[in-house]
């Protein structure tokens, strides 16, 4: 018998399943990337400046955070570049690189490691970032002005801004097969409706993202705008194109179901998802701003903690 | 190891192992050269000692290193005191250790057989308690928590082990001896029989109420049995014992039955053996034979950085050294080739919620484990439910951060205990 022999002595349970936090990211990229082909075959090499800067930007970011506080390098995660890629599908094509270094800095800078790093943070880092850049720069996120110089083989107009200052009348000439197929415009990855949707399922048969949040947030939009467009059809878009336009998928199946900043008990996701997206036409119907759905993230990303505190109450709990 | 499925949506179904024809043959371990036994309490010399290095002593042979303290060991063969030393262990545990040198020439101590003719309880507690599978009489004539009910479970609340089911399955008439006996010296008259999912039938002969228990893990926890089989739930931080339940493994009741019959303690005990690859076999050694031994028999090689385990994969100990000896306990013994350990890490909790989803108890397992690491025992314990804990181990095997939830949990709990016991003592 040897002696010196050393075995490895840890705690229970000696078994994993395997689920790691690199593989949930670069799933989520991975169920992203059709949407940003489609938007890189659309807007060509301007696209796929943007992509590569902002996702490189994102991880460069994180690296130097890691340095500045002395914590293990984490780039490896996926998680930054994950915020790089979401961050570039939001913006037009034809973004400044000075603008999208801007974003990516907020993203990871401000949005994640000033909150705690990865898990800490209470506003999906990529939607803060949007919301401050859009807010700072209007005209960058006007994408009507932004994507000028194009003249693809589609209409052209921002279907949301469309609706916004001309009525329903304006959008007639989108049909809900070219909102799907992605001929419209708006950010490199948020317009290609059925890639998102095969993505966002691919995300939730898999379990990366909870399926909860996802169908109630669709809900809530298309509820809220068949409401809105029942009362008055003349001045409120149909449901199905508010699910189709702007952000709204982006948004139920990547950005609403970021995991720190949304909750995990059934009841609060439910809540969650549906208020996102009652807001998200509420904003967009009456509210000042053309798409509602950052604004809309935002705000029940500020409610999440509260809306988790509603769980069933723990077996054996003495009250 | 089970691994995720592709359909991560759904919740993991992971199932108990249930003995089959390919587990039924036993390989005797023969007896090794010496032994070690592990008493509670940790060694003093200066405690005067019926024991001594050098003594001689016989199988069945009752060894009680202190006279001030009620511990004993009972000595599984026939030899030669070695040395006596005291042991550390786990969570704060200190235990006396006897190495016994093993002679050819086995002899029957018979203490116990001039003492068994009477069927009481102070004899069994003085001869009995730790027979393999351990026997947990100090919990009945306790005025202040009568135990009621008492619940023979004849499964295995871990994976892969199927020793109790065997048990159950092979010693039938044993069981039923002991389950008699257990009912005259304990005067409690609700037994309850737990059978694992499949074989219900063939036990109404056998003297106790017999319930079927599901088999998907963890409904063989004493918890979930008494929430799901028992309908009574335990409160937070309590045992089934406040209740008056008391668990009993199939094994103990078995050997009970067996040391009243045949006036000889058993010192046998019998353990499911997991293999480097996931293989499963039963085997039967000498309490106190060093795990090491049981590995040369079946040929199992181990090399540095594999992990021993005492019990099964979710909820076992694992040890350090191969000299650990067979406890009266152990009902598994597994081992784990380095190439197949997870590791765990110090990545924060990014609440993605799995844990959520497959516990058991409903606790908030997200916020709780911020606490843990942060050290806030006391809030842990106050608002997120810490003493619900189950102790089951499917958090950590879900986290995809691979924190270390369940440790977490234990040292709180070892933690606060600490910190109430000590505020007890300083008034």
Request: hydrophobic content about 45%.
């Amino acid at each position: 018998m040897d002696k010196a022999k050393k075995f490895i002595v840890s705690h229970a349970p000696f078994w994993h399943n395997g689920n790691s936090v690199n593989e949930r990211y670069y799933h989520i990229m991975i169920a992203a990337l059709p949407a940003v082909l489609l938007g890189i075959k659309q807007y060509g090499i301007p696209a796929v400046g943007v992509v590569a800067l902002s996702v490189s930007s994102a991880i460069l970011w994180e690296l130097a955070m890691n340095y500045l506080t002395h914590r293990p390098i984490t780039i490896a995660d996926g998680n930054a570049a994950l915020i790089g890629l979401l961050f570039a599908m939001a913006v037009p094509a034809t973004m400044p690189w000075w603008a999208v270094l801007t974003g990516t800095f907020i993203c990871v800078v401000i949005g994640k490691h000033i909150f705690g790093g990865i898990g800490s943070n209470a506003f999906n880092p990529v939607v803060l970032a949007v919301a401050m850049v859009m807010v700072s720069w209007k005209d960058l996120f006007d994408f009507d002005g932004a994507l000028l110089n194009y003249d693809l083989d589609m209409v052209m107009a921002y279907p949301l801004a469309a609706v916004k200052h001309f009525g329903v009348g304006a959008i007639e000439s989108f049909s809900t097969a070219d909102l799907l197929l992605g001929r419209q415009s708006g950010g490199i990855g948020a317009t290609f409706g059925l890639g998102l949707i095969l993505g966002g399922i691919y995300l939730i048969i898999r379990g990366f993202i909870r399926w909860e949040i996802s169908v109630s947030f669709l809900l809530g939009v298309f509820l809220t705008a068949w409401i809105f467009n029942l009362a008055a059809p003349d001045r409120f878009a149909g449901p199905t194109f508010h699910l189709l336009t702007g952000y709204t998928l982006i948004g139920a199946f990547f950005l609403a179901t970021e995991d720190s900043s949304s909750p995990v008990n059934f009841i609060p996701m439910l809540i969650y998802g549906a208020a996102g997206g009652v807001l998200t036409v509420l904003i967009r119907n009456i509210g000042a701003h053309v798409d509602g759905v950052v604004y809309a993230i935002l705000t029940i990303n500020l409610v999440n903690p509260l809306l988790d505190k509603i769980r069933p109450k723990a077996v054996g709990k003495v009250v | 190891m089970i691994r995720k499925s592709f359909f991560g949506f759904v919740k993991p179904r992971i199932e108990y192992a249930l003995l089959s024809d390919q587990h039924l043959n036993i390989v005797e371990i023969p007896d090794p050269k010496s032994i070690n036994l592990l008493v509670d309490g940790p060694f003093n010399p200066g405690e005067a000692t019926l024991l001594k290095e050098g003594d001689t002593v016989k199988t069945g042979q009752k060894l009680a290193p202190s006279t001030e303290k009620d511990a004993y060991a009972i000595s599984p063969v026939t030899g030669t005191v070695t040395s006596i030393s005291s042991y550390a262990g786990d969570f704060g545990k200190f235990y006396t250790a006897v190495s016994i040198d093993v002679s050819d020439q086995e002899e029957f101590d018979d203490q116990f057989e001039t003492a068994c003719v009477e069927t009481t309880l102070p004899v069994a507690r003085n001869y009995l308690t730790q027979l393999p599978g351990k026997l947990p009489l100090n919990f009945f004539n306790d005025s202040e928590k009568p135990i009621n009910t008492i619940v023979i479970y004849g499964g295995d609340n871990d994976l892969l082990v199927t020793t109790n089911q065997y048990i159950v399955k092979s010693r039938t008439d044993d069981l039923k001896h002991g389950i008699r006996i257990l009912n005259q010296i304990s005067d409690v008259d609700h037994i309850i029989m737990a059978i694992p999912g499949e074989f219900l039938q063939g036990y109404g002969h056998i003297g106790a109420e017999v319930k079927n228990v599901p088999i998907e893990y963890p409904a063989a926890n004493p918890f979930m049995i008494m929430k799901d089989t028992l309908g009574r739930i335990v409160p937070a931080g309590r045992q089934s014992e406040d209740l008056g339940v008391c668990f009993i493994t199939a094994e103990a009741v078995a050997a009970l039955g067996s040391a009243f019959q045949n006036g000889q303690i058993p010192v046998s005990k019998l353990m499911t053996v997991v293999g480097k690859n996931g293989d499963q076999q039963l085997v039967s050694a000498r309490i106190g034979t060093p795990i090491s031994h049981i590995f040369d028999t079946l040929g199992i090689t181990l090399s540095e950085k594999d992990r021993i385990i005492l019990g099964g994969p979710m909820t076992g100990a694992s040890v350090w050294s191969e000299d650990y000896p067979v406890m009266p306990d152990t009902s598994a013994l597994m081992v784990q080739d380095k190439e197949m350990i997870p590791y765990v890490s110090d990545y924060p909790c990014i609440n993605c919620g799995e844990c959520i989803r497959i516990c058991p108890v409903y606790i908030p397992i997200n916020m709780l484990v911020r606490f843990l690491e942060a050290g806030h025992y006391e809030e842990a314990a106050d608002q997120y439910d810490l003493y619900s804990c189950i102790e089951c181990g499917l958090c950590s095997f879900v986290c995809p951060s691979k924190i270390p939830i369940f440790q977490f949990i234990r040292l709180a709990k070892y933690e606060l205990g600490r910190v109430n016991s000590a505020e007890e003592a300083h008034g």
